[in-house]
């Protein structure tokens, strides 16, 4: 009985250690400094996996956002773009 309840336990522990992983490998990639691309109405970015997003999502206005992803061939890259900032108020 202790065993499984070590071993789920264990298991458990297994995603906190691969977000952890994750993060590092994200704050790796952005020292290599990948090559931003900007993106534009006439890409057509081949998103397999999403590993971060950079951005102030609160702030009033347009705001610059940076994502990291990997395409479907592995490759990791860092496309810039712009969002409508989710921080006004209409009153």
């Known amino acids: ?3 499984r309840v070590v071993a789920v336990l264990s298991m458990a522990c297994l995603p906190s250690v691969s977000f952890a992983e994750e993060a590092e490998s994200v704050s790796s990639e952005r020292e290599q400094e990948l090559p931003v691309e900007v993106y534009n109405y006439k890409m057509h970015p081949d998103v397999h996996k999403v590993i971060s997003t950079e951005g102030d999502y609160n702030a009033c206005g347009l705001v610059p956002i940076h994502m990291i992803y990997e395409d ?3 490759e990791r890259h860092d496309l810039k773009y ?3 900032g989710s921080g006004c108020s209409n009153g």
Do not use: E, F, L
């Open 72 to 74: 479907s061939k592995g």
């Open 82 to 84: 712009t969002v409508m």
């Open 1 to 3: 009985m202790k065993a």
